[in-house]
């Protein structure tokens, strides 16, 4: 069982905003940053948020991240239907020294 | 423009070791933290553990007896050795890289394209 949870999936309709949660504890995203992953079928996951809420360059703004004490949230707005796929939170874990990643959110877009 | 490349064998035997390498072309290895992550079929992503040249690697614990993670800088590849697999071992295994003078709290923010492990006699 993951120490992160996120909601199994989450759905919205072109153009909406939706909001992945993520849930952890004071040992992961209480202390240390969170970063999220957009994860399409046979290809490489790839970041869309660091630190939190830092974005690489070449990541829309339409996707943000925040945090608040032990849970982590990424919204996505204006929500496109190449945006459907997999998404995954990760924090770094004090208390073990490792990282850790959330069960995966499948997002669709109905 | 860094790319990453896994490879090594796709099938193991049972009670034996699984040994990957991730060659890296485009720039050094040197100044980032360089993490394996896997993910089993059906499964959501696993960190295996990270390796910073010149720094001690840390490990997943549920996996720390098993793995090694080590980076040789003249070859500029990064290897990952897992000893008594299991079929719960067989998975798609990435090599993944921080941020350059980052920390091995920024994350990982590029990955291979992965190379599959199946795990059978």
């Known amino acids: 069982q993951s120490l992160l949870t996120q909601p199994p999936s989450v759905s919205g309709t072109p153009g909406q905003r939706v909001a992945i949660s993520c849930s952890g504890s004071?040992?992961?995203?209480?202390?240390?940053?969170v970063s999220w992953y957009q994860h399409l079928p046979g290809a490489a996951p790839k970041l869309l948020i660091y630190r939190s809420d830092q974005r690489p360059s070449g990541v829309p703004d339409r996707f943000s991240g925040s945090t608040s004490g032990t849970s982590a949230s990424l919204a996505i707005s204006g929500l496109r239907s190449e945006d459907e796929s997999d998404y995954y939170c990760?924090?770094?874990?004090?208390?073990?020294?490792?990282?850790?990643f959330g069960g995966g959110t499948n997002l669709t877009v109905l | 423009q860094m790319q990453l490349q896994e490879s090594g064998p796709g099938l193991v035997k049972p009670s034996g070791t699984l040994s990957l390498t991730c060659t890296v072309s485009?720039?050094?290895?040197?100044?980032?933290?360089w993490s394996w992550i896997r993910q089993p079929p059906g499964k959501g992503l696993e960190w295996i553990g990270h390796f910073y040249y010149g720094g001690s690697p840390d490990y997943n614990p549920s996996l720390k007896r098993r793995v090694t993670i080590s980076g040789d800088p003249s070859k500029n590849q990064l290897s990952l050795q897992m000893t008594s697999v299991t079929t719960a071992d067989a998975a798609l295994y990435y090599c993944?890289?921080?941020?350059?003078?980052?920390?091995?709290?920024?994350?990982?923010?590029?990955w291979g394209q992965g190379t599959m492990v199946t795990v059978s006699s």
């Open positions: 990760a924090s770094w874990d004090d208390r073990l020294s490792a990282w850790v």
């Open positions: 993944a890289r921080g941020l350059y003078g980052g920390s091995h709290l920024d994350g990982f923010h590029i």
């Open positions: 004071n040992s992961n995203i209480g202390r240390a940053s």
């Open positions: 485009g720039d050094s290895i040197n100044g980032y933290y």
